[in-house]
T-cell receptor, first 112, second 115 residues
Framework: DAMVIQNPRYQVTQFGKPVTLSCSQTLNHNVMYWYQQKSSQAPKLLFHYYDKDFNNEADTPDNFQSRRPNTSFCFLDIRSPGLGDAAMYLC???????????FGPGTRLTVT | DQQVKQNSPSLSVQEGRISILNCDYTNSMFDYFLWYKKYPAEGPTFLISISSIKDKNEDGRFTVFLNKSAKHLSLHIVPSQPGDSAVYFCAARSVDRGSQGNLIFGKGTKLSVKP
């Protein structure tokens, strides 16, 4: 089945210790997105890749970086996680020129 | 400031009855609206959408209504089933965000359908 996969599903990191979350897709979609969702809040877009073109949201902290080495994979790097970065991180994909996005199951990040 | 608002955090409905989930928006540049459904421990899945040039879109038990003048949309589920119990997110796309368009999500409404 074509899908969006996120690993790990649960990640615990220490305050200030860099962490990387990964997303892969078998849908061959051009666009990949990273969202942050805190408890009882709306998913908030951090950035997206339009093929290899990186698009950062204006209010995404510099602490958050992303890499997309190829069509299938996308990584979210948090350089120095703070307690406020504890959240669910959702990866999504979409084909070009469509608005529907396909989400992975998310990675729940805990910062201790 | 929230551009997409789902003012009811939760809704409880009896099986077989109609569920109505509401969503309000503030940005007149929104031209496409989507509803997503999310089960625990899963990512949101696309349910139904509507373009701003329409006022209704129907897919089986699910119908979305759009009232542009009121900047309001609603999702109707008829008849409701226990398997519909999930969190429902309203999302909107702004025409000024380019051809791909990024989505702005509401906070979600948790629907519980009781047998």
């Amino acid at each position: 089945d074509a899908m969006v996969i996120q690993n790990p599903r649960y990640q615990v990191t220490q305050f200030g210790k860099p962490v990387t979350l990964s997303c892969s897709q078998t849908l061959n979609h051009n666009v990949m997105y990273w969202y942050q969702q805190k408890s009882s809040q709306a998913p908030k877009l951090l950035f997206h890749y339009y093929d290899k073109d990186f698009n950062n949201e204006a209010d995404t902290p510099d602490n958050f970086q992303s890499r997309r080495p190829n069509t299938s994979f996308c990584f979210l790097d948090i350089r120095s996680p703070g307690l406020g970065d504890a959240a669910m991180y959702l990866c999504a994909t979409s084909p070009l020129n469509t608005y529907e996005q396909y989400f992975g199951p998310g990675t729940r990040l805990t910062v201790t | 400031d929230q551009q997409v608002k789902q003012n009811s955090p939760s809704l409880s409905v009896q099986e077989g009855r109609i569920s109505i989930l509401n969503c309000d928006y503030t940005n007149s540049m929104f031209d496409y609206f989507l509803w997503y459904k999310k089960y625990p421990a899963e990512g949101p899945t696309f349910l139904i959408s509507i373009s701003s040039i329409k006022d209704k879109n129907e897919d089986g038990r699910f119908t979305v209504f759009l009232n542009k003048s009121a900047k309001h949309l609603s999702l109707h589920i008829v008849p409701s089933q226990p398997g519909d119990s999930a969190v429902y997110f309203c999302a909107a796309r702004s025409v000024d965000r380019g051809s791909q368009g990024n989505l702005i999500f509401g906070k979600g409404t948790k629907l519980s359908v009781k047998p």
